[in-house]
């Protein structure tokens, strides 16, 4: 029997995954869905709404988990107790760092990708940010600009439901909210004092159902986002884009196939894809008229470089040389912690709120003049705090026994914590490529990581530094510190770049559509796209680009573009 040959194959189920399975599903078109690990289930994976003392180690997880894993680093915040499950998060597939690199990769293999553990900060991208190479003469424009991609935003958000409010600032245009978060006593106490000096203090873009919205339940604010939410009172693709393709009937999801390469016919267009059966090891091949790569940033170049044919010698669509290369990623850290005086004393409120982006701090510099401070561009910081469930002060305070409990107590409901989010620049030394010595457990060649931080960002890292400072000053609160160094490259989870876009063949390696330039029928949607990050995340954005280049496709579909014989 002929193998069957799917309109779309789609290599990755996460945010840019879940959304493109919805929208062409919803069109009518087969589509193939493949992911790598199994599939999520909240009321099997999830141990929320659970004290550590009823978890068996504390939280913490099992310590032999990763016992014989080919990767045996931990991943922090998710991957704890609660959210273990059965193997959601990669240790199979190892990678390596090149001399003098220490990217931290983390990846959840489940369905719906890190999304079901993300932080939902929504914010929307502007031409301050489309047009930064413009602005301060470092790397490449973005090939859109606001007014073209604004409808798909706010497309995005209608589905997506974020909560916020519009206020009007050149860095972080407004969008289409559901009512903000409802603040602390700690955010006015913030504002008052940012105000003082001049700075934003105002509430985040939080993907976070503050209301009922589209057939999902309002947030009831037990805290636990990190783990996962049980109810989908946030969006993630396991309650939103997953089952709404699926209703469809048009969709087929294989689970536990991780796709090592991208097929190519005679023509060196691409066919389907080539995958690792998990349980088998068997490799298994799936045809399509169209590829889409959504695999998340990395893993989408990982594929195509290892995507090698007789047309494509260097990875597939690879004409331009550049797949792989800008690797970008938000310098994270934290400038300054400590608490507010003012608080101690008052009862701990069960707030519940404090794993949420409730209020940010929207990029304030270079925002009149491109180059007022001694680095270009600019950072956004989040500040958090509140009466969390686990009292994160634990470790900014010193002591022990009955004392240190004490303390823990007295400082509850008064401790806050800066998080910088500073995004690099391109550069020619920061980039991914194969490891010519290493193969996975699978037998794929590992993708390997050149990173350094650059001296704009850790300009950046110091300005916020001595921001904080006025900032604790101005508000009244006392400093404990601030961190020695940033974290390591990786931690964000909001790397960008190594197959950017672009308008010109030579230098991007997909079109402003997200459409591959050498081969029509290969698109790709999640942030590798992104030519350069900027000071806000990049989930939102990529469903709004990921709705938009479907919207793209499906002309195509219809117009023939995707047919061969
Ligand atoms: C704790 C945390 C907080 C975060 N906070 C925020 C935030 O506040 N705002 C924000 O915008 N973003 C945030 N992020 C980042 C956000 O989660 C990611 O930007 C987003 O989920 C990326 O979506 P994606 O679809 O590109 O990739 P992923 O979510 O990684 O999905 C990729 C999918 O592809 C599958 N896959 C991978 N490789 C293969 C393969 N070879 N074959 C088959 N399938 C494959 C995986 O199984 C996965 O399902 C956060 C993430 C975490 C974990
Ligand atoms: S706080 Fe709200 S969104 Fe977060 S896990 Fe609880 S119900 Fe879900």
Redesign the pocket.
């Given at each position: 029997m002929p193998a069957r040959t799917f309109d779309v194959i789609v290599?990755?189920?996460?945010?840019?995954?879940?959304t493109v399975m919805k929208v062409l599903c919803e069109a009518g078109l087969s589509v193939c869905a493949?992911?790598?690990?199994p599939r999520l289930e909240p009321a099997k994976h999830y141990q929320l709404h659970r004290q550590v003392y009823d978890l068996k180690y504390r939280g913490f997880g099992d310590p032999m988990r990763l016992k014989g894993k080919a990767h045996q680093e931990p991943y922090s915040?998710?991957e704890s107790e609660y959210s273990e499950g059965k193997d959601l998060f990669e240790h199979d597939v190892a990678y390596s760092n090149g001399p003098g690199t220490d990217w931290y990769w983390?990846?959840?293999?489940?369905?719906?990708?890190?999304?079901n553990?993300?932080?939902?900060?929504?914010a929307r991208y502007g031409d301050i940010d489309f047009k930064a190479a413009d602005l301060d003469g470092f790397g490449e424009n973005w090939p859109v600009d606001y007014a073209e991609i604004s409808p798909w935003f706010s497309k995005a958000e209608r589905y997506m439901g974020v909560a916020s409010t519009v206020q009007n600032r050149p860095s972080n245009p407004d969008g289409e909210y559901l009512p903000p978060i409802p603040w602390r006593c700690i955010d006015y106490i913030i504002q008052k004092g940012a105000e003082k000096i001049g700075l934003p203090y105002l509430p985040d873009r939080c993907a976070q159902l503050t209301v009922a919205h589209n057939g999902h339940p309002a947030c009831h604010y037990c805290g636990n986002c990190?783990r996962g939410c049980d109810v989908g009172a946030f969006f993630s693709p396991t309650w939103f884009t997953i089952p709404d393709a699926e209703a469809t009937k048009n969709l087929t999801l294989l689970t536990n196939?991780?796709?090592?390469r991208v097929l190519v016919d005679d023509a060196g267009m691409a066919k389907g894809v080539a995958?690792v059966d998990r349980a088998t090891r068997q490799e298994v091949e799936v045809y399509s008229k169209v590829v889409v790569l959504?695999?998340?940033?990395v893993?989408t170049a990982h594929?195509m470089l290892n995507s090698k044919s007789r047309h494509w010698p260097t990875g597939i669509a690879n004409s331009s040389g550049q797949l792989g290369r800008n690797l970008c990623d938000h310098l994270y850290g934290s400038p300054g912690y400590g608490y507010l005086p003012q608080l101690l004393g008052q009862p701990a409120t069960p707030d519940s709120i404090a794993d949420s982006?409730v209020a940010w701090m929207p990029r304030w510099q270079n925002l009149k003049n491109p180059r007022e401070e001694k680095f270009v561009r600019g950072y956004s910081v989040y500040i958090g705090g509140g009466c969390g469930e686990f009292p994160g002060h634990y470790n900014q305070i010193e002591g022990f026994g009955a004392e240190y409990k004490r303390n823990i107590k007295r400082y509850y409901p008064t401790p806050i914590g800066a998080l910088i989010q500073a995004p690099s620049l391109p550069s020619p030394t920061n980039y991914v490529d194969i490891d010519p010595e290493k193969k996975d457990i699978f037998g794929i060649p590992q993708i390997r990581f050149h990173f350094q931080w650059g001296q704009n960002e850790l300009l950046m890292w110091e300005h916020s530094k001595q921001m904080m400072m006025d900032l604790f000053k101005a508000m009244g609160g006392e400093m404990w510190g601030a961190d020695d160094e940033p974290n390591r490259p990786g931690t964000s989870?909001?790397e960008t770049g190594v197959c950017r876009f672009g308008s010109d063949p030579k230098t991007s390696v997909t079109n402003k559509w997200a459409q591959t330039h050498d081969v029509p029928n290969l698109y790709i949607c999640?942030?590798s796209i992104f030519p350069s990050p900027t000071d806000k995340?990049?989930?939102?954005p990529?469903i709004a680009f990921a709705m938009r280049t479907c919207d793209y496709m499906l002309g195509n579909f219809s117009k023939g573009v995707h047919d061969r014989a």
């Amino acid at each position: 029997m002929p193998a069957r040959t799917f309109d779309v194959i789609v290599v990755g189920t996460g945010a840019g995954g879940g959304t493109v399975m919805k929208v062409l599903c919803e069109a009518g078109l087969s589509v193939c869905a493949i992911n790598s690990g199994p599939r999520l289930e909240p009321a099997k994976h999830y141990q929320l709404h659970r004290q550590v003392y009823d978890l068996k180690y504390r939280g913490f997880g099992d310590p032999m988990r990763l016992k014989g894993k080919a990767h045996q680093e931990p991943y922090s915040v998710e991957e704890s107790e609660y959210s273990e499950g059965k193997d959601l998060f990669e240790h199979d597939v190892a990678y390596s760092n090149g001399p003098g690199t220490d990217w931290y990769w983390k990846r959840c293999k489940a369905t719906g990708g890190k999304a079901n553990f993300w932080g939902r900060s929504s914010a929307r991208y502007g031409d301050i940010d489309f047009k930064a190479a413009d602005l301060d003469g470092f790397g490449e424009n973005w090939p859109v600009d606001y007014a073209e991609i604004s409808p798909w935003f706010s497309k995005a958000e209608r589905y997506m439901g974020v909560a916020s409010t519009v206020q009007n600032r050149p860095s972080n245009p407004d969008g289409e909210y559901l009512p903000p978060i409802p603040w602390r006593c700690i955010d006015y106490i913030i504002q008052k004092g940012a105000e003082k000096i001049g700075l934003p203090y105002l509430p985040d873009r939080c993907a976070q159902l503050t209301v009922a919205h589209n057939g999902h339940p309002a947030c009831h604010y037990c805290g636990n986002c990190s783990r996962g939410c049980d109810v989908g009172a946030f969006f993630s693709p396991t309650w939103f884009t997953i089952p709404d393709a699926e209703a469809t009937k048009n969709l087929t999801l294989l689970t536990n196939a991780l796709v090592r390469r991208v097929l190519v016919d005679d023509a060196g267009m691409a066919k389907g894809v080539a995958y690792v059966d998990r349980a088998t090891r068997q490799e298994v091949e799936v045809y399509s008229k169209v590829v889409v790569l959504a695999a998340s940033c990395v893993e989408t170049a990982h594929i195509m470089l290892n995507s090698k044919s007789r047309h494509w010698p260097t990875g597939i669509a690879n004409s331009s040389g550049q797949l792989g290369r800008n690797l970008c990623d938000h310098l994270y850290g934290s400038p300054g912690y400590g608490y507010l005086p003012q608080l101690l004393g008052q009862p701990a409120t069960p707030d519940s709120i404090a794993d949420s982006t409730v209020a940010w701090m929207p990029r304030w510099q270079n925002l009149k003049n491109p180059r007022e401070e001694k680095f270009v561009r600019g950072y956004s910081v989040y500040i958090g705090g509140g009466c969390g469930e686990f009292p994160g002060h634990y470790n900014q305070i010193e002591g022990f026994g009955a004392e240190y409990k004490r303390n823990i107590k007295r400082y509850y409901p008064t401790p806050i914590g800066a998080l910088i989010q500073a995004p690099s620049l391109p550069s020619p030394t920061n980039y991914v490529d194969i490891d010519p010595e290493k193969k996975d457990i699978f037998g794929i060649p590992q993708i390997r990581f050149h990173f350094q931080w650059g001296q704009n960002e850790l300009l950046m890292w110091e300005h916020s530094k001595q921001m904080m400072m006025d900032l604790f000053k101005a508000m009244g609160g006392e400093m404990w510190g601030a961190d020695d160094e940033p974290n390591r490259p990786g931690t964000s989870l909001h790397e960008t770049g190594v197959c950017r876009f672009g308008s010109d063949p030579k230098t991007s390696v997909t079109n402003k559509w997200a459409q591959t330039h050498d081969v029509p029928n290969l698109y790709i949607c999640d942030a590798s796209i992104f030519p350069s990050p900027t000071d806000k995340t990049t989930t939102m954005p990529i469903i709004a680009f990921a709705m938009r280049t479907c919207d793209y496709m499906l002309g195509n579909f219809s117009k023939g573009v995707h047919d061969r014989a």
